[in-house]
């Protein structure tokens, strides 16, 4: 635990200082802290992720870019005087107070990742499912960019990487920079992410409100999660999921930062680079521009659905109406700004976009995403009723169910601000940004759906700047607490605290996760995985069973491998094939079948030439639980030859036949 403290508080002081330093020649400085941790996480991130494109990555030039980058933030600071300071109206208590309370708060979405031990056994919380990712930040601090897949190989083809990685990327440079593991570095930056958007919304909140007050109702806000569980009580299971909707991967703040912080920092990025948008007024030219490409960038390189979809559309809509509303005076600089930050954004974005874009072809899907309405209403409601009363129950049930007092209390008080404010200035702008920011990607959740598996990640990821605007304006709304009717404030406490209860239930049960047989091989594998890399060079790809330790997760995934090994597999697994690999559905069916034919000690004719000649498997690992380990088809295959093995343990065999053509067909 005391390596991801530090690791936190390393990411936590160089990002904040490096993005302040910069943010804060841009915005009004009481904004700066707000913005500051997310927009130095992005600048530096996208900074070095293209030094790195042309310099090998190593702990040395990850570590002097770092300091160098926080040293000459440092100086920035220094030279703008007012920070090291008092200054009018600038209150130091209410930002230690947003700053504390981020770091926090943030500190929830730890025990989700975090390893939970009780003697000789280990338990993971659910969430630790999207985690396995951290095979991919491991990955990258080993061989750097562009990325090399780990999950898939195939001989004679490019393992690029289909996915968005920057945020893991961010995860590989501090898993260096603080000399610690991908896994740990994975804990560290994930809590970032959330003392990152936590200071967003806070310093958000109160500088709507113009209350330090607002910084607090935000945090209350953030805890709070969907209150289905309530209904499914009172109501009936079946009646409140089919009214209500099924329970899904969309959720409120914590949900959603646990599960999916890379989504989490992008929708950051995303209301931030609004914000810079609607404040040119105030730019200052070339700068503005760079550092609003360097957030654009930076929001779509970590989510395509939250810093590409819900961004580009939320733009178009937002882009017209500071033109007409906008000065006349300011319309030729609001143009110049964006027209510069869209050309550098681009050219950052290339590399990225062209594997994007290659990746698409592969698959054959088409578009990745379509038009289709979110699917609300259940078997309970009449099919006659069904088409007619879906699209409003996702606005009328969904939403206040999932999201209840950030919704309920955000929606009225962004109408009421709207309606107080003047047609022009700072704050009428910002105004009009964050009411595109929550009407666009309320409208993207409500009716698009990603097409590239089965879960719907557009529609659970793109409504993330909604959410979180509409935490800072809800919590805007009750910092004038006192002055609110009795009513108001009675309807306040009922919406309220429902949700927290259940966010505290939902921190309680990634603390108080069950334990099972599977916790201690978990254990035990992390030898396995030393023998493995002993074996195996990190640039060898290994296969292991996908379904190893499967009970470990929610969904079946090869958990010990992806946090563990250090090293990449020639095939990980399906639920890790979708979102990596990019290749027809079909195809990936027919290569999960073989694998699994293979561990389960039936490979068919060619199956284990087709892992050593086309999937480029060099090292195989079994294990007890694998029906190869009684059946062992590698033993008895002149393809491979056993290199190590512990009783009821493990075997690993190595691969070295030179070509395809040196041995007969297995």
């Known amino acids: 635990m005391i390596e991801v403290i530090a690791c936190f508080a390393l990411a936590a002081f160089c990002w904040t200082v490096i993005g302040v330093s910069v943010i804060s020649l841009i915005v009004p400085q009481r904004l700066a802290l707000a913005f500051g941790p997310s927009t130095g996480w992005a600048v530096h991130s996208i900074v070095t992720s293209i030094v790195f494109r042309w310099i090998e990555i190593g702990r040395l030039p990850v570590s002097l870019l770092l300091a160098l980058s926080t040293c000459a933030a440092l100086v920035l600071l220094r030279s703008q005087g007012p920070w090291f300071r008092p200054v009018r109206r600038f209150h130091w208590g209410a930002s230690v107070f947003v700053l504390l309370g981020s770091v926090g708060l943030g500190a929830a979405v730890v025990p989700a990742i975090y390893p939970h031990s009780q003697g000789d056994m280990v338990a993971l919380a659910g969430p630790i499912f999207d985690h396995s990712k951290v095979a991919l930040v491991n990955e ?33 440079s501090m898993a260096l920079a603080a000399n610690v593991s991908g896994w740990t570095a994975d804990i560290a930056v994930s809590w ?45 299971y079946i009646w409140a999921h089919d009214v209500t909707g099924w329970p899904s991967g969309f959720g409120a703040w914590m949900f959603q930062t646990t599960w999916a912080p890379q989504h989490v920092q992008s929708a950051a990025c995303t209301i931030i680079a609004l914000l810079i948008l609607g404040n040119v007024r ?18 779509f390189e970590s989510s395509s659905w939250v810093g590409g979809v819900t961004f580009a559309l939320t733009a178009v809509v937002l882009g017209p109406w500071l033109l007409v509303t906008t000065v006349p005076a300011v319309r030729l600089r ?23 874009v290659t990746s698409l072809s592969a698959r054959g899907a088409g578009w990745p995403f379509e038009f289709s309405p979110a699917e609300i209403l259940g078997e309970s409601v009449a099919p006659e009723s069904y088409q007619l009363f879906n699209v409003p129950a996702f606005f009328l049930l ?21 309606r107080k404010e003047a047609s022009s200035g700072a704050r009428a702008n910002g ?45 805007a709304g009750l910092a004038s607490w006192r002055t609110l009717p009795p009513l108001s404030k009675a309807l306040a406490v009922a919406l ?16 108080a996760v069950p334990y099972n047989a599977a916790g201690r091989e978990f254990l035990l594998s992390s030898e396995m995985w030393k023998a493995v890399r002993q074996n195996a060079d990190r640039t060898e790809r290994i296969a292991s069973n996908p379904s190893f330790l499967a009970e470990m ?55 284990l030439r087709d892992m050593v000649f086309k999937f480029d498997c060099r090292v195989v690992v079994v294990n007890p639980g694998d029906g190869a380990w009684s059946i062992d088809p590698f033993a008895r295959s002149p393809l491979f030859r056993l290199v190590d093995q512990r009783e009821n343990g493990w075997r690993i065999y190595r691969s070295d036949v030179s070509g395809p053509m040196s041995i007969p067909a297995q």
């Not at 200071?199 to 409100?209: K, N, R, S, Y």
């Not at 105030?282 to 929001?299: D, E, I, N």
């Not at 969904?398 to 009421?416: Q, T, W």
């Open 140 to 172: 990258i601090a080993q061989s750097g960019l562009p990325a090399v897949n780990p999950v898939f190989g195939e001989i004679g083809q490019p393992a690029t990487l289909s996915y968005y990685y920057l945020w893991h990327f961010s995860a590989a």
């Open 192 to 236: 970032f992410t959330a003392f990152a958007s936590l200071t967003l919304m806070m310093g958000l909140a109160a500088w709507l409100g113009r209350s330090a007050m607002a910084a607090a109702w935000a945090l209350v806000l953030a805890l709070t999660a969907s209150i289905r569980p309530f209904l499914a009580y009172i109501f009936g």
């Open 282 to 299: 105030g730019s200052r030219g070339v700068l503005t521009s760079l550092v609003l490409a360097l957030v654009v960038a930076a929001g």
């Open 334 to 356: 609001l143009m110049a700004v964006a027209g510069v930050a869209a050309v550098l954004s681009f050219a950052m974005m290339f590399p990225f976009i062209t594997d994007q």
């Open 398 to 418: 969904f939403l206040p169910v999932e999201l209840c007092a950030i919704y309920l209390i955000g929606i009225p008080a962004l109408a009421k601000f709207r």
């Open 431 to 475: 105004l009009r940004v964050l009411v595109c920011t929550v009407l666009v990607s309320l409208l993207v959740s409500a009716f698009l759906r990603s097409t590239l598996a089965p879960n719907n990640d557009l529609g659970w990821r793109g409504a993330l700047p909604a959410i979180m605007v509409l935490v800072s304006v809800a919590a």
């Open 496 to 511: 309220i605290i429902p949700g927290v209860v259940q966010g505290w239930v939902q921190i309680q049960s990634n603390v």
């Open 553 to 607: 997760t929610p969904w079946p995934v090869n958990i010990s491998w992806a946090l563990l090994s250090k090293r990449r597999s020639c095939y990980a697994g399906g639920d890790l094939a979708v979102p990596f690999i990019a290749k027809p559905k079909p195809a990936l069916v027919e290569i999960d079948r073989l694998f699994a034919r293979v561990f389960a000690g039936h490979p068919e004719q060619g199956d």
